[in-house]
């Protein structure tokens, strides 16, 4: 089991290697690699439809509560 400095000493390290410009660019080709994975693509897929279909109901919602609001005004007039 780790202990919070064991954390935090792990946490200083990985800073101190990602700041050389050398394993940055080592990290971005490893993502760039990982993202080509077919099980990540997939996962991405999903991700992105949920937020379409989420996004779609709250455009949804917000017609019906602009409908409710002009329609509420006509109806005190």
Do not use: G, P, W
Not at 20 to 36: H, P, S, T
Not at 42 to 67: F, G, Q, T, V, W
Request: hydrophobic share 20%; no cysteine; proline share 0%.
């Amino acid at each position: 089991m780790r202990t919070e400095q064991d954390k935090i000493n792990r946490k200083e390290a990985n800073q101190r290697y990602y700041k050389l410009e050398e394993n940055k660019q080592q990290k971005r080709d490893y993502m760039k690699e990982y993202q080509k994975r077919d099980y990540v693509k997939a996962k991405a897929h999903e991700y992105y439809m949920r937020k379409k279909i989420r996004d779609a109901r709250n455009e949804d919602l917000n017609i019906i509560n602009s409908e409710r609001f002009i329609n509420y005004e006509k109806e005190t007039r």
